[in-house]
Structures are given as C-alpha cells and as structure tokens.
C-alpha cells in the first residue's frame, strides 16, 4: 500500500498539517524540525498525491483535445494532425496530464467531460465546441485563432512571419518576380502564408505569382513550370518540407542558385534541407503544447486573453549564397 500524509505525520509525531507544510516549505515550522519530516517521508518512501492535490485546486489533469470528424480530409493533413495529437500526448504526460479527446461535432460531450482546457490546434475544424467551452468556463488554448474568451490562450505559430522573412531574403538577394506555391484549399494555415505573401507583394508594388497544388501533389511539376513561365526567378514553396520541389526543379534542368532561388517552408525534418542546401524557414507547431502548459497558469487566470508566439527561423542555404 502507498505512504499516506498520515503515515509521515504519525511517524514524526505531528500533525498533518504541519507534515503537508513541511513537505511544501510553507509555514514556520523550525528548520531541524522541517528537515526531520522530510527525511521520514523519505525514509517511507512518501510521494504527493497529485490527483488529490489537483482535486483541492479544482484541477483534473486532463487536456482535451479537438479532433475534426472528416473522412475526407487528405493524407498530409491527417499526418499533420496525428503529430499535433503526439505532441500533446507527450507534453501532457511530462506534465503528470492525460489526454480525452473530443470530436469537434459534438460540443454536448463537454458537459460530462473532466477536463482543465481544451486544446484546438487546428482553426479549420468546426467551431461549436469552443463557444460551448466558453459558456461553461473551460479555458480555451488554440492555434492560429485568437481566443477572446476571458481565460483563454492564442498561440500563433509564425507562419506569417516565416513568410515574410523569405520574401525580404529573397528580394535582398535581387529577385524581382517571387513566385508563391501554396496547398489548394481552406486551411487556415495557408491562408495565412497566402495573406503575407499578397500583402508583401501589393505593398512593394509586385505581381503576384501563386501556384496551387493539390493535396497529392500531382500538380506540382505543372505548378513549377507554370510559375517558370510567368517570369519567376524564386520561388516561396508554401506547401512543401523542400525535397520534393528540390527535385521537381533538379528535373527542370535549372541550377540553384544560378538560375533560380528557392525558399521551402520545413515543419519536420529541417536537418535534411540543410544537407540538400535548399535555404528554408522553420516553423515548430509541435512546440505548441509545451507553449500551452508553460502559459497554463497565466491562461486560466481569467485577466483576458493571453498570446503567445512560437519561435521560428531562417536558414539559408546555396539557394541564396
């Protein structure tokens, strides 16, 4: 059987309440008297209970996790989301938290589900769920989408910045006509690149050049050539990790840098473009839930909604030597 509190304070010969201040460093108990209870429960083998300590903050130790119920969604996308749920699981667990997950078509689920937030990582799910966790006081953690509940957390994930730091980068290197490949769809997240990317391009005065790919990427040889065609001496690879339009150019015959610059958005294995020298910015939406309990606290706090932004960088490759 587990050590209790009242095992230690027995042992010791004090109450449990001094015991719970002891093993706490609260109170004014004397020094020698403090280290004492320490080493008895030591001695016993003593470990806090942190259910029970959750249960006395009004905390169950459990994330809830929206997952959309669409069996179309495409095979990159549900990778994409399977990574968001590792993610979690693994944060959650370093954290001493469980994870339930709820499908985002039945926010009447909430009612009976024992959780402290709940987590939206992706905006393009139905949006239900959340204003029925708000009218019941959850907390709501999300990414990409401003959360403008009173205990709430934002957590923006640098996409828009990741943009538009390749558009500078490549313009400071002489590139006049940059061309844009996004995902053909209404993801958010590539909303956000497509908005940065027309909004850089108005603002400096530049045709826009964007190319759309489907989600298997059967287009993206056609997207590569169609944006070769327009003018285009660089290219934004919105949509890939880099590799595969590494190669769908290697194939073209042209050379990079020489012939054309390349900037490929990396959310996974950067290390490779980095072999490939393909110059590329790194975004971490992985980083996310670590983000969320780190801002736990202050999130649940109920002073306003709380925004917080994930790292990102650029590296450059030979693509911009």
Same mark, same amino acid.
């Given at each position: 059987?587990?050590?209790?509190?009242?095992?230690? =304070?027995?042992?010791? $010969?004090?109450?449990?309440?001094?015991?719970?201040?002891?093993?706490?460093?609260?109170?004014?108990?004397?020094?020698?008297?403090?280290?004492?209870?320490?080493?008895?429960?030591?001695?016993? $083998?003593?470990?806090?209970?942190?259910?029970?300590?959750? #249960?006395?903050?009004?905390?169950?130790?459990?994330?809830?996790?929206?997952?959309?119920? +669409?069996?179309?969604?495409?095979?990159?996308?549900?990778?994409?989301?399977?990574?968001?749920?590792?993610?979690?699981?693994?944060?959650?667990?370093?954290?001493?938290?469980?994870? !339930?997950? #709820?499908?985002?078509?039945?926010?009447?689920?909430?009612?009976?589900?024992?959780? +402290?937030?709940?987590?939206?990582?992706?905006?393009?799910?139905?949006?239900?769920?959340?204003?029925?966790?708000?009218?019941?006081?959850?907390?709501?953690?999300?990414?990409?989408?401003?959360?403008?509940? !009173?205990?709430?957390?934002?957590?923006?994930?640098?996409?828009?910045?990741?943009?538009?730091?390749?558009?500078?980068?490549?313009?400071?290197?002489?590139?006049?006509?940059?061309?844009?490949?996004?995902?053909? $769809?209404?993801?958010?997240?590539?909303?956000?690149?497509?908005?940065?990317?027309?909004?850089?391009?108005?603002?400096?005065?530049?045709? @826009?050049?964007?190319?759309?790919?489907?989600?298997?990427?059967?287009?993206?040889?056609?997207?590569?050539?169609?944006?070769?065609?327009?003018?285009?001496? =660089?290219?934004?690879?919105?949509?890939?990790? $880099?590799?595969?339009?590494?190669?769908?150019?290697?194939?073209?015959?042209?050379?990079? @840098?020489?012939?054309?610059? #390349?900037?490929?958005?990396?959310?996974?294995?950067?290390? #490779?473009? !980095?072999?490939?020298?393909?110059?590329?910015?790194?975004?971490? @939406?992985?980083?996310?839930?670590?983000?969320?309990?780190? =801002?736990?606290?202050?999130?649940?706090?109920?002073?306003?909604?709380?925004?917080?932004?994930?790292?990102?960088?650029?590296?450059?490759?030979?693509? !911009?030597?």
């Amino acid at each position: 059987m587990s050590v209790t509190l009242r095992d230690v =304070a027995e042992r010791a $010969g004090v109450s449990t309440a001094a015991t719970s201040q002891a093993l706490n460093d609260r109170g004014s108990l004397r020094p020698e008297t403090r280290a004492r209870i320490k080493a008895i429960a030591a001695e016993l $083998g003593y470990t806090p209970n942190r259910n029970a300590a959750a #249960l006395r903050r009004g905390r169950t130790l459990s994330i809830g996790f929206v997952m959309a119920e +669409d069996a179309a969604v495409s095979r990159r996308r549900a990778v994409q989301r399977a990574r968001q749920l590792n993610a979690l699981v693994s944060a959650s667990a370093a954290n001493g938290f469980t994870v !339930t997950v #709820l499908p985002d078509s039945r926010p009447d689920l909430l009612a009976g589900a024992h959780i +402290d937030v709940l987590y939206f990582s992706d905006p393009a799910d139905r949006r239900e769920i959340l204003h029925e966790a708000a009218s019941r006081g959850i907390p709501v953690v999300a990414s990409d989408l401003y959360v403008a509940s !009173t205990s709430g957390l934002s957590i923006r994930t640098g996409y828009g910045d990741a943009v538009r730091a390749a558009l500078e980068l490549l313009a400071q290197t002489g590139a006049e006509r940059i061309g844009f490949i996004v995902d053909d $769809g209404e993801i958010p997240r590539d909303q956000i690149g497509e908005s940065a990317y027309l909004a850089w391009t108005t603002v400096r005065s530049r045709p @826009p050049l964007v190319a759309r790919v489907d989600a298997d990427r059967h287009r993206l040889a056609r997207c590569v050539r169609e944006l070769l065609e327009s003018g285009a001496d =660089a290219i934004v690879a919105f949509c890939e990790e $880099g590799p595969e339009i590494y190669l769908q150019l290697e194939a073209t015959g042209l050379v990079i @840098p020489r012939d054309l610059q #390349l900037i490929a958005l990396c959310t996974t294995d950067c290390a #490779l473009n !980095t072999r490939l020298g393909i110059s590329h910015v790194c975004v971490h @939406p992985d980083a996310a839930p670590a983000l969320m309990f780190a =801002a736990l606290d202050e999130a649940g706090a109920g002073d306003g909604p709380v925004v917080k932004d994930l790292p990102w960088e650029i590296v450059r490759g030979s693509t !911009t030597r």
